[in-house]
């Protein structure tokens, strides 16, 4: 096979366990309760007589999922191509693969299939529920023929991209950090370059074709690129430009694999080790011969120590460099792709008085952007701070250590937020500018504290989910999918909230009806994830009012409402991070999932 044994394994004699089969028809049913919950958001309860109506909700919900699945295949297949080789590299397994006969193409294209495998198959899954679109009219076979192209090529893509990352950086935190960064990066660079140069241009025009979000729009919308005769609906150039970029990414990292695995870091100590067993064979022969003549004082040598503190795990965290001398970097980048945002679209061509999709200013859009990115790199950060430890098995050393659960996981929980500083600084720095600056005429000194509040509130959520994960998933691809996965879920189902009440903008009560459904399917989704293997009742209540909770504050936002809004936010994901935080501090093993006996 072209992609190896480790491809054929996933793909033909893994074992399929129950969530598998769950997971397909799990995403199927998602996509159908989201068409019921959009049904009852724009029509409701009235009959539809006309089948023009029917056609435009046909057109709406095929777009809401077409971008939903986009956002989702791009996310995923990065996080799961990243985050599987990164497991390989932790638990020193790769260099087990490396020294069998399989070829540098097996290796890699191997492992970016079996990643890929788990999106191609929820992708594939969701063609019938767009097919069935079709027959409510307003879609076009055509429509969803290339919308379909776009998102297997741009998952494709984001899979290489993430493959090349994972066996270029050696820790998992650097891994996750610059994948999801530059998916970003990438497609704000290609909008940023058609905006600039115009798409008559030469550039523009092959930015146009590579950014996925504009080419699947022109295909939801082709009369919006027709001004004469029939409208063609296509996107061979993209769908071309993306497997081309998925294919130079792939064979780059053939290439190179050999190259940056093992690491130097491995290969120097390898190489360190004959001369440190050379050295002790002398050592032992000196000290028999120093044995056997007249003793005489020696002088012993001091070595310099550093000052470890009280809390040995926090002065881990925070001064030594765990998690890679190039870390730097990945938060320049961050700066970088923050100062792009902001100046995308706070600049002065933007019309200050106007919303981004009928919700929020272009100040506020500026800040949910790289707020929601600031979350996933925080929650990244934090949950890759226990993944680490298990896999490089530090974690059961520092179990039978005399660190109490107390100073354990306080020195993680003030260590991410040490190492993410800059992603908690940033957003608020930036709100604060707005505010200094006039840039949003909304924005007042009252308003700017219930934003930080609330932001300093979900970035310590963020923290207590990742660390959660970490603990109670054993394996990590398990534990970085689901915390990621989960802030994801969350950051997505508001999105889709805010879109479909802006078409109604009316009471809590009149769109609880909707959406109650939908809330319902979000909670037992966030109670699996919470409680996988340490299930409480704070955990339990936690799961079932934060969508609840969430959903009633974004109504309460669109109906201009600002207090309200910081303070059942506060309370939903407060009480949330405080339902992990307490079994977790309390005992080990309660936070572990386990008992003594298990540890042995």
Not at 365 to 393: H, K, M, P, W, Y
Not at 459 to 478: C, D, I, K
Request: some cysteine; glycine content about 8%.
């Amino acid at each position: 096979m072209f992609a190896g044994p480790i491809f054929a394994r996933e793909a033909l004699t893994a074992p399929r366990r129950l969530r598998h089969y769950l997971l397909r028809s799990g995403y199927v049913a998602f996509l159908l309760v989201l068409m019921y919950t959009i049904r009852q958001a724009t029509i409701g309860f009235q009959d539809t007589k006309f089948s023009g109506d029917i056609a435009t909700y046909g057109n709406f919900v095929f777009g809401v999922l077409a971008l939903l699945q986009l956002t989702l295949g791009m996310f995923f297949a990065t996080l799961f191509t990243a985050a599987n080789i990164a497991q390989e590299k932790d638990r020193r397994t790769l260099i087990l693969l490396l020294m069998t006969d399989m070829r540098s193409r097996e290796l890699a294209y191997g492992k970016l299939l079996a990643s890929w495998l788990i999106v191609g198959v929820l992708v594939a899954a969701s063609v019938p529920v767009f097919c069935a679109l079709r027959l409510l009219g307003g879609v076009t076979w055509s429509q969803v023929f290339w919308a379909e192209a776009i998102i297997v090529s741009t998952t494709l893509a984001a899979g290489a991209w993430g493959c090349f990352v994972a066996f270029w950086r050696e820790k998992t935190f650097q891994t996750l950090a610059i994948s999801v960064i530059g998916v970003v990066l990438f497609v704000a660079v290609a909008e940023g370059l058609v905006v600039l140069l115009g798409a008559e241009s030469a550039i523009g025009a092959w930015a146009a074709y590579a950014s996925p979000y504009r080419a699947l729009f022109a295909v939801l919308n082709p009369l919006s690129a027709t001004t004469n005769g029939i409208a063609r609906v296509s996107a061979v150039e993209s769908v071309c430009v993306l497997l081309a970029l998925a294919a130079g990414l792939s064979l780059y990292t053939v290439a190179r694999l050999r190259v940056w695995n093992p690491s130097q870091s491995l290969r120097q100590s390898a190489m360190e080790q004959p001369a440190l067993d050379q050295s002790a064979t002398v050592a032992e022969g000196t000290t028999a011969a120093a044995a056997s003549t007249p003793s005489v004082e020696a002088v012993p040598q001091r070595k310099t120590h550093r000052a470890v503190w009280d809390n040995p795990v926090t002065w881990k965290e925070i001064v030594t460099r765990g998690y890679g001398r190039k870390v730097v970097v990945i938060k320049l980048a961050y700066v970088l792709l923050a100062g792009l945002i902001g100046y995308g679209i706070l600049s002065s061509s933007v019309d200050r008085d106007a919303l981004v999709l009928g919700m929020v200013s272009p100040g506020a859009a500026a800040f949910l952007a790289i707020g929601v990115i600031s979350l996933l790199l925080i929650n990244a950060q934090a949950v890759t701070s226990i993944s680490t430890e298990r896999d490089s098995n530090t974690l059961d050393i520092l179990l039978a250590t005399d660190i109490s659960a107390k100073e354990f996981m306080t020195g993680k929980i003030l260590g991410a937020l040490w190492n993410a500083r800059e992603m908690i600084i940033v957003p608020i720095a930036l709100i604060v500018w707005m505010l200094v600056t006039g840039r949003s005429s909304l924005l007042s000194v009252e308003n700017l504290i219930y934003i930080v509040v609330a932001y300093s509130v979900l970035s310590l959520f963020s923290v207590m989910l990742g660390l959660h994960a970490g603990l109670t998933y054993e394996n990590s691809r398990s534990a970085i999918g689901n915390s990621l996965g989960t802030m994801f879920f969350l950051f997505v189902g508001i999105f889709i909230f805010m879109l479909l009440l802006v078409e109604a903008r009316s009471s809590f009560a009149i769109q609880m009806q909707s959406f109650i459904v939908f809330i319902g399917l979000g909670s037992i989704g966030l109670y699996s994830s919470l409680t996988h293997k340490n299930p409480s009742s704070a955990l339990t209540i936690a799961a079932m009012m934060l969508p609840f909770l969430t959903f009633y504050a974004i109504t309460d936002f669109l109906l201009g409402g600002t207090l309200g809004v910081c303070f059942w936010i506060c309370v939903a994901y407060g009480f949330a991070a405080i339902a992990m935080l307490i079994p977790s501090i309390s005992d080990f093993d309660v936070a572990l999932g386990r008992t003594t006996h298990d540890a042995g």
